[in-house]
Protein backbone atom coordinates (compact mmCIF):
# COMPACT_ATOMS: atom_id res chain seq x y z
CA UNK A 1 0.00 0.00 0.00
CA UNK A 2 1.09 3.68 -1.41
CA UNK A 3 2.23 6.45 1.36
CA UNK A 4 2.14 3.50 4.40
CA UNK A 5 4.34 3.54 7.44
CA UNK A 6 4.37 0.64 9.92
CA UNK A 7 5.56 1.72 13.66
CA UNK A 8 6.31 -0.08 16.90
CA UNK A 9 6.65 1.10 19.79
CA UNK A 10 7.97 -1.32 22.66
CA UNK A 11 7.01 -1.81 26.14
CA UNK A 12 9.00 1.42 27.54
CA UNK A 13 7.76 3.57 25.23
CA UNK A 14 3.59 2.97 26.37
CA UNK A 15 5.05 1.83 30.09
CA UNK A 16 2.79 4.54 31.67
CA UNK A 17 -0.44 6.44 30.56
CA UNK A 18 1.78 9.25 30.31
CA UNK A 19 3.78 7.64 27.93
CA UNK A 20 0.68 6.32 26.11
CA UNK A 21 -0.56 9.96 25.35
CA UNK A 22 2.94 10.97 24.18
CA UNK A 23 2.64 8.02 21.64
CA UNK A 24 -0.73 8.70 20.91
CA UNK A 25 0.29 12.52 20.10
CA UNK A 26 3.17 11.34 17.80
CA UNK A 27 1.07 8.41 16.06
CA UNK A 28 -1.47 11.67 14.77
CA UNK A 29 1.33 14.21 14.04
CA UNK A 30 2.07 11.72 11.43
CA UNK A 31 -1.28 10.78 10.18
CA UNK A 32 -2.24 14.38 9.95
CA UNK A 33 0.75 14.80 7.84
CA UNK A 34 -0.84 12.73 5.17
CA UNK A 35 -0.01 8.85 6.40
CA UNK A 36 -1.86 5.87 6.48
CA UNK A 37 -0.24 4.23 9.46
CA UNK A 38 -0.21 1.42 11.22
CA UNK A 39 0.65 0.89 14.97
CA UNK A 40 2.38 -2.14 16.51
CA UNK A 41 2.82 -2.28 20.33
CA UNK A 42 4.40 -4.46 23.15
CA UNK A 43 2.90 -4.87 26.75
CA UNK A 44 3.04 -2.04 28.98
CA UNK A 45 6.57 -2.09 31.01
CA UNK A 46 7.31 -5.27 32.61
CA UNK A 47 3.76 -6.64 32.53
CA UNK A 48 5.03 -9.62 30.66
CA UNK A 49 7.39 -10.41 33.35
CA UNK A 50 4.52 -10.72 35.58
CA UNK A 51 2.24 -12.45 33.41
CA UNK A 52 5.55 -15.13 33.38
CA UNK A 53 5.63 -14.92 37.54
CA UNK A 54 1.99 -15.43 37.90
CA UNK A 55 1.88 -18.32 35.87
CA UNK A 56 5.14 -19.92 37.46
CA UNK A 57 3.24 -19.18 40.54
CA UNK A 58 0.70 -22.01 39.91
CA UNK A 59 3.41 -24.46 38.11
CA UNK A 60 6.45 -24.95 36.70
CA UNK A 61 5.66 -26.08 33.84
CA UNK A 62 2.07 -24.47 32.64
CA UNK A 63 0.61 -25.90 29.22
CA UNK A 64 1.98 -24.40 26.32
CA UNK A 65 -1.45 -23.24 25.14
CA UNK A 66 -2.49 -21.47 28.46
CA UNK A 67 0.71 -19.77 28.73
CA UNK A 68 -0.06 -18.03 25.27
CA UNK A 69 -3.47 -16.73 26.60
CA UNK A 70 -1.91 -15.78 29.43
CA UNK A 71 0.91 -13.63 27.80
CA UNK A 72 -0.93 -12.23 24.77
CA UNK A 73 -3.30 -10.22 27.50
CA UNK A 74 -0.32 -7.94 28.32
CA UNK A 75 -0.73 -6.45 24.45
CA UNK A 76 -4.74 -6.28 24.53
CA UNK A 77 -4.15 -3.76 27.32
CA UNK A 78 -1.52 -1.61 25.71
CA UNK A 79 -3.51 -1.74 22.09
CA UNK A 80 -6.68 -0.42 23.77
CA UNK A 81 -5.55 2.46 25.87
CA UNK A 82 -3.69 3.73 23.44
CA UNK A 83 -6.63 3.53 20.68
CA UNK A 84 -8.47 5.29 23.23
CA UNK A 85 -5.86 8.03 23.65
CA UNK A 86 -6.06 8.76 20.07
CA UNK A 87 -9.63 8.80 19.85
CA UNK A 88 -9.72 11.25 22.76
CA UNK A 89 -7.31 13.70 20.22
CA UNK A 90 -10.39 13.32 18.35
CA UNK A 91 -8.45 10.37 14.68
CA UNK A 92 -10.12 8.11 13.56
CA UNK A 93 -9.04 4.72 15.11
CA UNK A 94 -9.50 0.98 15.66
CA UNK A 95 -7.49 -1.26 17.88
CA UNK A 96 -7.04 -5.30 16.68
CA UNK A 97 -5.37 -8.44 18.23
CA UNK A 98 -3.54 -10.44 16.22
CA UNK A 99 -5.96 -13.15 15.87
CA UNK A 100 -8.28 -10.49 14.34
CA UNK A 101 -5.39 -9.25 11.58
CA UNK A 102 -5.08 -12.88 10.48
CA UNK A 103 -1.41 -13.01 11.76
CA UNK A 104 -1.15 -16.57 11.14
CA UNK A 105 1.64 -19.02 12.56
CA UNK A 106 2.83 -22.49 13.69
CA UNK A 107 1.03 -24.43 16.71
CA UNK A 108 4.80 -24.35 18.19
CA UNK A 109 3.01 -22.20 21.77
CA UNK A 110 5.46 -19.34 23.60
CA UNK A 111 7.89 -19.51 20.23
CA UNK A 112 5.42 -19.82 17.05
CA UNK A 113 6.44 -18.81 13.86
CA UNK A 114 4.77 -16.37 11.38
CA UNK A 115 3.02 -18.28 8.54
CA UNK A 116 1.45 -15.57 6.73
CA UNK A 117 -0.81 -12.79 7.08
CA UNK A 118 -4.63 -11.98 5.79
CA UNK A 119 -4.16 -8.03 5.12
CA UNK A 120 -7.87 -7.85 4.03
CA UNK A 121 -8.94 -6.51 7.86
CA UNK A 122 -5.97 -3.96 8.56
CA UNK A 123 -7.08 -2.48 4.47
CA UNK A 124 -9.96 -2.32 5.02
CA UNK A 125 -9.70 0.34 8.41
CA UNK A 126 -7.39 1.79 6.21
CA UNK A 127 -9.19 2.99 3.68
CA UNK A 128 -11.93 4.31 6.30
CA UNK A 129 -8.77 6.53 7.09
CA UNK A 130 -8.61 4.99 10.17
CA UNK A 131 -5.06 4.44 12.52
CA UNK A 132 -4.97 0.59 12.98
CA UNK A 133 -3.40 -0.37 16.25
CA UNK A 134 -2.04 -4.12 16.56
CA UNK A 135 -1.39 -5.86 19.43
CA UNK A 136 2.55 -7.47 18.76
CA UNK A 137 4.11 -10.51 19.97
CA UNK A 138 0.95 -12.77 19.29
CA UNK A 139 -1.24 -14.66 16.40
CA UNK A 140 -3.34 -17.70 15.96
CA UNK A 141 -2.82 -21.14 14.57
CA UNK A 142 -4.58 -23.48 12.21
CA UNK A 143 -6.34 -24.63 15.77
CA UNK A 144 -7.77 -21.25 16.25
CA UNK A 145 -5.66 -20.88 19.37
CA UNK A 146 -3.74 -17.77 20.07
CA UNK A 147 0.32 -18.27 19.95
CA UNK A 148 3.14 -16.03 20.84
CA UNK A 149 6.26 -15.67 19.17
CA UNK A 150 9.07 -15.96 21.62
CA UNK A 151 9.87 -12.78 24.55
CA UNK A 152 10.23 -9.59 22.15
CA UNK A 153 8.58 -10.68 19.46
CA UNK A 154 6.79 -7.40 18.60
CA UNK A 155 9.42 -6.55 16.48
CA UNK A 156 9.00 -9.27 14.57
CA UNK A 157 5.01 -8.46 14.19
CA UNK A 158 5.68 -5.22 13.12
CA UNK A 159 7.88 -6.38 10.11
CA UNK A 160 6.15 -8.95 8.83
CA UNK A 161 2.92 -6.34 9.04
CA UNK A 162 4.98 -4.11 6.97
CA UNK A 163 6.37 -6.92 4.71
CA UNK A 164 2.33 -8.09 4.41
CA UNK A 165 1.27 -4.53 3.45
CA UNK A 166 4.34 -3.43 1.46
CA UNK A 167 5.26 -0.43 3.52
CA UNK A 168 7.50 1.94 2.48
CA UNK A 169 9.59 1.33 6.10
CA UNK A 170 9.13 0.06 9.47
CA UNK A 171 9.94 1.84 12.60
CA UNK A 172 10.81 0.33 15.83
CA UNK A 173 10.67 3.03 18.40
CA UNK A 174 12.55 2.28 21.69
CA UNK A 175 14.11 3.99 24.79
CA UNK A 176 17.71 4.28 23.40
CA UNK A 177 18.45 6.47 20.38
CA UNK A 178 19.29 3.92 17.86
CA UNK A 179 21.76 1.29 17.40
CA UNK A 180 25.37 1.93 19.37
CA UNK A 181 28.71 0.67 18.45
CA UNK A 182 28.20 -1.44 22.07
CA UNK A 183 26.02 -1.69 24.73
CA UNK A 184 26.33 1.97 26.28
CA UNK A 185 26.03 0.37 30.15
CA UNK A 186 29.36 -1.16 29.45
CA UNK A 187 30.91 1.27 27.34
CA UNK A 188 29.97 4.60 28.20
CA UNK A 189 31.59 6.05 24.99
CA UNK A 190 29.59 3.99 22.76
CA UNK A 191 28.39 6.39 19.69
CA UNK A 192 24.77 5.99 17.93
CA UNK A 193 25.17 4.57 14.65
CA UNK A 194 23.29 6.02 11.84
CA UNK A 195 23.30 3.03 9.51
CA UNK A 196 24.26 -0.58 9.99
CA UNK A 197 23.56 -3.40 7.54
CA UNK A 198 20.54 -6.27 8.33
CA UNK A 199 23.67 -8.78 8.35
CA UNK A 200 25.66 -6.75 10.95
CA UNK A 201 22.43 -5.54 13.09
CA UNK A 202 21.36 -9.52 12.73
CA UNK A 203 25.19 -10.19 14.31
CA UNK A 204 24.76 -7.49 17.04
CA UNK A 205 20.92 -9.05 18.12
CA UNK A 206 22.12 -12.54 17.97
CA UNK A 207 25.33 -11.88 20.05
CA UNK A 208 23.36 -10.20 23.07
CA UNK A 209 23.00 -6.84 22.17
CA UNK A 210 19.31 -7.07 22.65
CA UNK A 211 18.71 -4.35 19.99
CA UNK A 212 15.95 -6.35 17.97
CA UNK A 213 14.58 -9.87 17.94
CA UNK A 214 16.95 -11.37 15.74
CA UNK A 215 13.63 -12.77 13.01
CA UNK A 216 12.35 -9.18 13.06
CA UNK A 217 15.88 -8.38 10.92
CA UNK A 218 16.05 -11.63 9.06
CA UNK A 219 12.42 -11.04 8.11
CA UNK A 220 13.59 -7.24 6.91
CA UNK A 221 16.33 -8.64 4.39
CA UNK A 222 14.13 -11.06 3.24
CA UNK A 223 11.79 -8.86 2.04
CA UNK A 224 13.51 -5.90 1.77
CA UNK A 225 12.28 -3.28 4.35
CA UNK A 226 13.99 -0.37 5.23
CA UNK A 227 14.47 -0.66 9.33
CA UNK A 228 14.54 2.54 11.71
CA UNK A 229 15.31 1.80 15.41
CA UNK A 230 14.59 5.29 16.84
CA UNK A 231 13.73 6.70 20.37
CA UNK A 232 10.04 7.63 21.15
CA UNK A 233 11.15 10.45 23.60
CA UNK A 234 12.96 12.62 21.31
CA UNK A 235 13.35 13.44 17.47
CA UNK A 236 16.55 11.97 16.79
CA UNK A 237 16.92 10.22 13.48
CA UNK A 238 17.98 7.15 15.12
CA UNK A 239 19.77 4.19 12.84
CA UNK A 240 18.40 3.27 9.60
CA UNK A 241 19.25 -0.53 8.77
CA UNK A 242 19.35 -1.72 5.49
CA UNK A 243 21.22 -3.10 2.85
CA UNK A 244 25.41 -2.60 2.87
CA UNK A 245 25.89 -0.76 -0.22
CA UNK A 246 29.42 -0.36 1.11
CA UNK A 247 31.18 -3.63 0.76
CA UNK A 248 34.04 -2.85 -0.11
CA UNK A 249 35.75 -1.08 2.81
CA UNK A 250 35.46 -3.45 5.83
CA UNK A 251 35.25 -2.09 8.62
CA UNK A 252 34.73 -2.71 12.51
CA UNK A 253 30.98 -1.26 13.44
CA UNK A 254 30.43 -2.93 16.29
CA UNK A 255 30.95 -4.95 19.61
CA UNK A 256 28.54 -7.11 21.04
CA UNK A 257 29.47 -9.31 24.72
CA UNK A 258 27.11 -11.86 25.57
CA UNK A 259 28.20 -13.25 29.23
CA UNK A 260 24.51 -15.07 29.83
CA UNK A 261 26.00 -18.37 28.35
CA UNK A 262 27.44 -21.38 30.25
CA UNK A 263 30.19 -24.18 28.72
CA UNK A 264 29.85 -27.72 28.99
CA UNK A 265 32.72 -29.99 28.32
CA UNK A 266 32.91 -33.81 27.64
CA UNK A 267 36.44 -34.95 28.26
CA UNK A 268 37.81 -37.99 26.86
CA UNK A 269 35.33 -39.09 24.00
CA UNK A 270 36.14 -41.74 21.91
CA UNK A 271 37.66 -41.17 18.35
CA UNK A 272 35.35 -42.50 15.91
CA UNK A 273 33.26 -41.57 13.04
CA UNK A 274 29.36 -40.82 14.23
CA UNK A 275 30.34 -39.39 17.76
CA UNK A 276 29.40 -35.87 17.07
CA UNK A 277 26.37 -36.44 14.96
CA UNK A 278 25.44 -38.60 17.90
CA UNK A 279 25.85 -35.94 20.57
CA UNK A 280 24.39 -32.71 18.88
CA UNK A 281 21.54 -34.81 17.64
CA UNK A 282 20.57 -35.79 21.24
CA UNK A 283 21.34 -32.09 21.50
CA UNK A 284 18.89 -31.15 18.73
CA UNK A 285 15.91 -33.86 20.19
CA UNK A 286 15.94 -31.71 23.09
CA UNK A 287 15.74 -28.66 21.81
CA UNK A 288 18.94 -27.12 22.96
CA UNK A 289 20.78 -24.63 20.90
CA UNK A 290 24.47 -25.05 20.47
CA UNK A 291 26.87 -22.24 20.07
CA UNK A 292 30.45 -22.45 19.70
CA UNK A 293 31.56 -25.86 18.86
CA UNK A 294 35.11 -27.22 19.92
CA UNK A 295 37.12 -30.43 19.59
CA UNK A 296 40.78 -31.55 20.29
CA UNK A 297 42.75 -34.61 19.84
CA UNK A 298 45.12 -34.99 22.57
CA UNK A 299 45.74 -38.59 23.06
CA UNK A 300 45.50 -41.04 20.43
CA UNK A 301 41.96 -42.48 19.57
CA UNK A 302 40.45 -39.93 22.35
CA UNK A 303 38.95 -36.20 22.41
CA UNK A 304 37.32 -33.48 24.00
CA UNK A 305 34.20 -32.03 22.93
CA UNK A 306 33.01 -28.68 24.41
CA UNK A 307 30.01 -26.44 23.20
CA UNK A 308 28.33 -23.07 24.68
CA UNK A 309 24.32 -22.88 25.31
CA UNK A 310 22.70 -20.37 26.90
CA UNK A 311 22.19 -19.98 30.22
CA UNK A 312 19.08 -20.54 30.70
CA UNK A 313 19.43 -23.91 28.90
CA UNK A 314 22.54 -25.04 30.75
CA UNK A 315 21.05 -27.62 33.10
CA UNK A 316 18.88 -29.31 30.46
CA UNK A 317 22.04 -29.78 28.26
CA UNK A 318 24.28 -31.01 31.46
CA UNK A 319 21.53 -33.53 31.42
CA UNK A 320 21.90 -34.73 27.50
CA UNK A 321 25.74 -34.15 28.00
CA UNK A 322 25.81 -36.83 31.00
CA UNK A 323 23.69 -39.08 29.48
CA UNK A 324 25.31 -38.90 26.20
CA UNK A 325 29.10 -39.70 28.13
CA UNK A 326 27.49 -42.36 30.02
CA UNK A 327 26.71 -43.56 26.64
CA UNK A 328 29.79 -43.81 24.79
CA UNK A 329 31.79 -44.17 28.05
CA UNK A 330 33.98 -40.67 27.96
CA UNK A 331 35.47 -39.76 30.70
CA UNK A 332 33.47 -37.13 32.64
CA UNK A 333 31.39 -33.87 31.96
CA UNK A 334 32.43 -30.26 33.22
CA UNK A 335 30.05 -26.83 32.97
CA UNK A 336 31.75 -23.42 33.35
CA UNK A 337 29.52 -20.56 33.92
CA UNK A 338 31.92 -17.99 34.17
CA UNK A 339 32.85 -17.23 30.28
CA UNK A 340 31.59 -14.85 27.95
CA UNK A 341 31.30 -14.64 24.42
CA UNK A 342 33.22 -11.27 23.24
CA UNK A 343 32.72 -10.25 19.02
CA UNK A 344 33.47 -7.62 16.91
CA UNK A 345 31.48 -7.09 14.14
CA UNK A 346 31.00 -5.36 10.73
CA UNK A 347 30.53 -6.91 6.73
CA UNK A 348 34.16 -8.60 5.63
CA UNK A 349 36.09 -8.02 8.71
CA UNK A 350 37.40 -11.40 8.77
CA UNK A 351 38.81 -11.35 5.60
CA UNK A 352 40.85 -8.23 6.81
CA UNK A 353 43.99 -9.41 8.22
CA UNK A 354 44.74 -6.04 9.67
CA UNK A 355 41.64 -6.17 11.92
CA UNK A 356 41.79 -9.31 12.91
CA UNK A 357 45.37 -8.59 14.09
CA UNK A 358 44.56 -5.96 15.94
CA UNK A 359 41.68 -7.35 17.30
CA UNK A 360 44.15 -10.21 19.03
CA UNK A 361 46.69 -7.77 19.77
CA UNK A 362 44.11 -6.16 21.98
CA UNK A 363 43.14 -9.11 24.21
CA UNK A 364 46.81 -9.95 24.10
CA UNK A 365 48.21 -6.56 26.25
CA UNK A 366 44.95 -6.71 28.87
CA UNK A 367 46.75 -10.62 29.34
CA UNK A 368 43.19 -11.61 28.70
CA UNK A 369 43.28 -15.49 27.86
CA UNK A 370 40.90 -16.85 24.93
CA UNK A 371 39.13 -19.98 25.25
CA UNK A 372 37.49 -20.51 21.92
CA UNK A 373 37.71 -18.44 18.38
CA UNK A 374 34.90 -18.61 15.86
CA UNK A 375 33.88 -16.26 13.00
CA UNK A 376 31.42 -15.82 10.30
CA UNK A 377 31.96 -13.66 7.33
CA UNK A 378 30.64 -10.43 9.61
CA UNK A 379 32.47 -11.26 12.86
CA UNK A 380 35.00 -12.79 15.03
CA UNK A 381 33.82 -14.07 18.60
CA UNK A 382 35.93 -15.17 20.77
CA UNK A 383 35.42 -17.35 24.16
CA UNK A 384 36.98 -15.47 27.19
CA UNK A 385 36.78 -15.19 31.04
CA UNK A 386 33.82 -13.32 32.24
CA UNK A 387 35.56 -11.56 35.17
CA UNK A 388 37.04 -9.84 31.96
CA UNK A 389 34.96 -9.62 29.33
CA UNK A 390 33.56 -5.86 29.70
CA UNK A 391 37.22 -4.53 30.35
CA UNK A 392 38.46 -6.49 26.93
CA UNK A 393 35.10 -4.52 25.35
CA UNK A 394 35.85 -1.32 26.27
CA UNK A 395 39.43 -1.77 25.07
CA UNK A 396 38.22 -3.57 21.88
CA UNK A 397 36.01 -0.16 21.34
CA UNK A 398 39.46 2.07 21.78
CA UNK A 399 41.27 0.15 19.85
CA UNK A 400 39.02 0.16 16.77
CA UNK A 401 38.17 3.98 17.69
CA UNK A 402 34.72 3.65 17.31
CA UNK A 403 33.77 6.44 19.51
CA UNK A 404 34.91 9.03 16.59
CA UNK A 405 34.19 6.79 13.49
N1 LIG B 1 5.71 -8.23 25.50
C1 LIG B 1 6.56 -9.24 24.92
C2 LIG B 1 7.83 -9.38 25.76
O1 LIG B 1 8.01 -8.67 26.72
C3 LIG B 1 6.88 -9.00 23.49
C4 LIG B 1 7.67 -7.74 23.20
O2 LIG B 1 7.78 -6.85 24.02
O3 LIG B 1 8.20 -7.65 22.09
O4 LIG B 1 8.65 -10.21 25.47
MG1 LIG C 1 11.52 -5.56 22.73
Same mark, same amino acid.
Given at each position: MKNLIVQKYGGTSVGSIEKIKNVANRIVEQKRKGKHIVVIVSAMGKTTDQLVDLAHQISAEPSGREYDVLLS?????????LAMAIEKIGEKVISLTGPQVGLQTSSVHKRARITGIDDKRIIGELKQNKIVIVAGFQGVDENNDITTLGRGGSDTSAVAIAAGLDADCCEIYTDVDGVFT &???RVVPEARKLDEISYDEVLEMASLGAGVLHPRSVELAEKFNIPLIVRSSFNENSGTKITTDDNMEEAIVKGIALDDAIGKISIMEVPDQPGIAYRLFSMLANNNIHVD???QNTNR?? #??? #??FT???????? &???? &???FAFEVEAQKVEFDKGVAKLSIIGNGIVANPEISSKFFETLYK???NIHTISTSETRISVLVDKHISKKAMIALHDSFKLKNN
Open positions: TGEQVSIAL &ADPMIVAA #IND #ISVDEDELQE &ALEV &AQKLGV
